[in-house]
């Protein structure tokens, strides 16, 4: 079974429109995170949830929006997409707890056209 | 600020040799290390840790790092480069205890393995 899974995996999409990725873990972790990878093969954090608790929110424009149904779930939405959100975004999860190994998904290709 | 440095964007080995990955990290206080691996078109993959105890830490396909606080200093080794073992990796970090588990990665280092 696919410990922390996403979808789609390939996105592709006109700028300026609205598009969601999801996200389900099923390793009973109680924190789930979203990574941005850029062109450069940087990886940075977005966000965080805690139990459904929003606990890390990066310099991320406003019209990125996640959200945390359970814990065992986080999607990502993204508003008015622009050329530049092209990336590759990671899911990911964890026990809240520093040293503990944060898993992560198989991440999901948008490309904004 | 907590920092994570890979020194060479892109390393070359031939196959059976010595593989060598360096990363320095800059944390105002002890940190836990971890080194991850990214094949073409997959999500990361934990290679090995460092939390507390032994430096010297075995991970996943032979690969191994030594955390030495004095060069402020976590790099990866495998003594025999595989064909296999081609692709990205990232050192990351994160400040060690507390509940403070943000993880800060590094621009990464693609391997390449000669035949």
């Known amino acids: 079974d696919t410990a922390v899974s996403q979808t789609p995996k390939y996105l592709v999409t006109q700028m300026g429109n609205d598009k969601s990725i999801k996200c389900e873990q099923n390793?009973?972790?109680?924190?789930m995170y979203w990574y941005k990878q850029d062109s450069k093969k940087f990886l940075k954090i977005m966000f965080s949830y805690n139990n459904k608790e929003l606990i890390i929110n990066e310099t991320v424009p406003n019209r990125f929006s996640p959200k945390s149904p359970d814990k065992a779930h986080l999607n990502l939405h993204i508003n008015s997409l622009e050329l530049g959100d092209s990336a590759v975004y990671f899911c990911a999860s964890s026990l809240r707890q520093a040293g503990n190994t944060i898993y992560f998904g198989e991440g999901s290709w948008l490309t904004v056209v | 600020a907590q920092s994570v440095t890979q020194l060479g964007s892109h390393v070359s080995v031939s196959e059976g040799a010595l593989v060598l990955l360096r990363c320095n990290y800059s944390?105002?206080?002890?940190?836990?290390l971890f080194w991850y691996v990214q094949y073409p078109n997959q999500g990361l993959q934990l290679l090995l840790k460092?939390?507390?105890?032994?430096?010297l830490v075995k991970g996943i396909n032979g690969f191994e790092a030594e955390f030495k606080k004095s060069e402020t200093s976590f790099h990866l080794t495998k003594p025999s480069a595989h064909m296999s073992d081609a692709a990205e990796y990232f050192c990351a970090m994160s400040p060690g205890g507390g509940s403070n588990y943000k993880l800060t990665f590094g621009k990464g280092t693609l391997l390449t393995v000669n035949p």
């Open positions: 460092y939390t507390t105890g032994a430096t």
């Open positions: 944390s105002s206080v002890p940190p836990y």
């Open positions: 390793l009973g972790h109680d924190t």
